[in-house]
């Protein structure tokens, strides 16, 4: 039997880089920046106003006060995009909206609540120094500058600061696309009928949602029931267009288990046991290059799993560092026995009372108790060599997405 870190590491030296394309912008969301992008101009791009106001040299504002305001002739208005007022005289003012470009010439901006919002004259109440409410070019990004680095994941701030400095594409590690497929006879979709012995149909639904959760794209296909072509050939079509594959159900000891059937014979995808609970049946292998991930059919089982083995995977398809998720020490509030030799992941519910983590166990720990799952928000993650776990022990709590 393989540990969870023997299995994981074999996984994580198999699966492949993906190549990275050039993408469009919103296409390249979430994808992982394969090349160093760097700002072609300054940002701003010229000096312009921070508010909505009058652009003054402020050397005539100095005296300005509530009780002696300055007036000056408004010599017209600026607004953000406008190509630009030549200069501004000394003496004179100009309307000048926020984002506008400077005048040359004039040094300051006055906002509108100091003054009388005239248009032909304005009345000024306050005195400002020189650079008041102006936004230097350059001052947010210099020309030449990295502003998003080579091996970051394009979330929504990335994307706008690659926009900002006028990219329409960029090079990525694109998102993985993940085929998930659940296998087994018994199951039926949701939203239609069961007959005695069949359920409905929840891991690839689940595991689809983890996939999308895990920053990768996720494809549900059909259920398929136990019959080996038909399994073999769904998973076989998928190769194309799949850049890893998901399957749950069928790789335990059962005389029915078809992905074990179907694929042990020709040694393409390893199948064992891995110490730990849920989640002991697991096979991985490469199909034509393509990495496929068995998980088992219990449901928690197949989730434990993919957020064990599957998500430190696709991150490391994206270049990413193959972290678990995040790990936090808690005070677990209640006995728990573990079973020997096995790392334990159980359900659990995270409580904080400044700053410090307590995590309760939930009711119902069978890999089939998808409720007590659905509730939790947390695994705990209890070492091999541990048997009895007494409360007020310290633990790692993996924490759920959310
Ligand atoms: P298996 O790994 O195929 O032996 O399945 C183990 C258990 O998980 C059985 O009770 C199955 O009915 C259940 N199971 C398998 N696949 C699914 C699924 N997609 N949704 C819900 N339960 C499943
Ligand atoms: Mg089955």
């Known amino acids: 039997m393989k540990s969870v870190d023997e299995h994981l590491a074999g996984i994580l030296a198999a699966v492949p880089l993906l190549p990275p394309l050039e993408q469009a912008l919103l296409e390249a969301a979430g994808g992982v920046l394969a090349e160093r992008v760097e700002a072609p101009v300054p940002l701003p791009p010229f000096d312009n106003s921070a508010m909505d106001g009058y652009a003054v040299v402020a050397a005539d504002v100095a005296a300005a006060t509530e009780d002696k305001p300055v007036t000056l002739p408004v010599i017209g208005d ?6 630009g007022m030549s200069a501004l005289r000394p003496g004179l003012t100009a309307r000048i909206m926020t984002g506008a470009a400077m005048p040359a010439g004039a040094d300051a901006v006055i906002p509108v609540e100091w003054t009388d919002g005239g248009t032909a004259t304005v009345r000024i109440t306050r005195s400002a120094p020189p650079g008041h409410y102006i936004r230097r070019a350059g001052e947010d990004v210099r020309a030449g500058q990295v502003v998003v680095a080579e091996g970051t994941r394009l979330g929504a701030p990335q994307l706008g600061m690659l926009a900002a400095v006028g990219r329409s594409h960029v090079l990525v590690r694109p998102r993985p696309r993940v085929v998930v497929l659940s296998t087994g006879s018994e199951l039926r979709a949701p939203g239609t009928q069961l007959a005695p012995g069949q359920i409905w149909d929840s891991n690839s639904f689940m595991l689809t949602t983890a996939v999308m959760e895990a920053g990768a794209k996720g494809y549900r296909q059909a259920t398929v029931g136990d019959e080996a072509e038909e399994v073999r050939t769904t998973l076989m079509d998928q190769l194309v267009r799949a850049d890893a594959i998901i399957t749950s159900g069928g790789v335990s000891m059962g005389a029915r288990d078809v992905i074990k059937e179907i694929f042990e014979r020709d040694g393409e995808i390893e199948f064992g046991k891995v110490a730990m609970r849920p989640g002991k049946p697991q096979g991985f292998g490469l199909l034509e290059g393509v990495p496929v991930f068995t998980l088992p059919g219990n449901p928690v089982s197949a989730y434990v799993s993919f957020q064990v083995f599957v998500r430190p995977a696709l991150r490391a398809m994206q270049g990413l560092p193959p972290d678990h998720l995040p790990t936090l020490s808690a005070v677990l509030t209640e006995d728990v026995t573990s079973p020997d030799g096995l790392r334990h992941f159980l359900r659990g519910r995270l409580t904080s009372d400044r700053g410090e983590h307590s ?22 993650v209890l070492p091999e060599d541990a048997t009895r776990v007494p409360a007020g022990s310290r633990v790692d709590v993996m924490r759920l997405p959310s």
């Open 78 to 83: 600026i607004a953000a995009g406008d190509s």
């Open 359 to 380: 995590v309760a166990p939930a009711e119902g720990q069978g890999s089939h108790q998808l409720q007590s799952l659905s509730s939790a928000d947390s695994l705990i």
